[in-house]
T-cell receptor, first 110, second 112 residues
């Protein structure tokens, strides 16, 4: 267990509302990642961070923003949620023994 | 751009059988490859990490191999059990901290 938690674990929201998902790690890892997992598409990278205030876009970054103001927290924000953003969101960290994932957040946008 | 493919998408085997799951990747400048297990509705559990300098890694009944020149990795599961039923994902990284690129997984069913 790499000490990664995600909150909330489940969320239902309405189209057009802002949503923020939180990833928290306890082991001071520099690199953190946000993925989404959808049937037929597998896991796809949204954004990643290589340090405090240092972030970069992934394959499916449109409609998402991220922030990292301290090492332990990496936030994913959907500024105006759409139904196409209904998905399971996973956070990950990069450690010496590979990459490790949090438990996921199941987001439903109605 | 690295692309990862897993075939077949689904596999069903009787209990006790030895089996091989396949993973192929397009960019041979791979740094490492990681195998994960995912149970329905759950997160990803790391099974094995193979560095580009390694040929194999073993953990219990699992053995993963890596052949950079052919762009292939295999996950061998010995003496399969119903508890092995899950989706198995492979993912490649082109440097230690580069984001992983995932295959779409192989859904394994082991029938008692």
């Amino acid at each position: 267990d790499a000490g990664i938690t995600q909150s909330p674990r489940h969320k239902v929201t309405e189209t057009g509302t802002p949503v923020t998902l939180r990833c928290h790690q306890t082991e001071n890892h520099r690199y953190m990642y946000w993925y989404r997992q959808d049937p037929g598409h597998g896991l796809r990278l949204i954004h990643y961070s290589y340090g405090v205030k240092d972030t970069d876009k992934g394959e499916v970054s449109d409609g998402y923003s991220v922030s990292r103001s301290k090492t332990e927290d990496f936030l994913l924000t959907l500024e105006s949620a759409t139904s196409s953003q209904t998905s399971v969101y996973f956070c990950a960290i990069s450690g010496l023994a590979g990459k490790f994932f949090g438990p996921g957040t199941r987001l439903t946008v109605l | 751009k690295q692309e990862v493919t897993q075939i077949p998408a689904a596999l069903s085997v009787p209990e006790g059988e030895n089996l091989v799951l396949n993973c192929s990747f397009t960019d041979s400048a791979i740094y490492n490859l990681q195998w994960f297990r995912q149970d329905p509705g759950k997160g990803l559990t790391s099974l094995l990490l193979i560095q580009s300098s390694q040929r194999e890694q073993t953990s219990g009944r699992l053995n993963a191999s890596l052949d950079k020149s052919s762009g292939r990795s295999t996950l061998y599961i010995a003496a399969s059990q119903p508890g092995d039923s899950a989706t198995y994902l492979c993912a490649a990284s082109n440097s230690g901290n580069t984001p992983l690129v995932f295959g779409k997984g192989t859904r394994l069913s082991v029938i008692a």
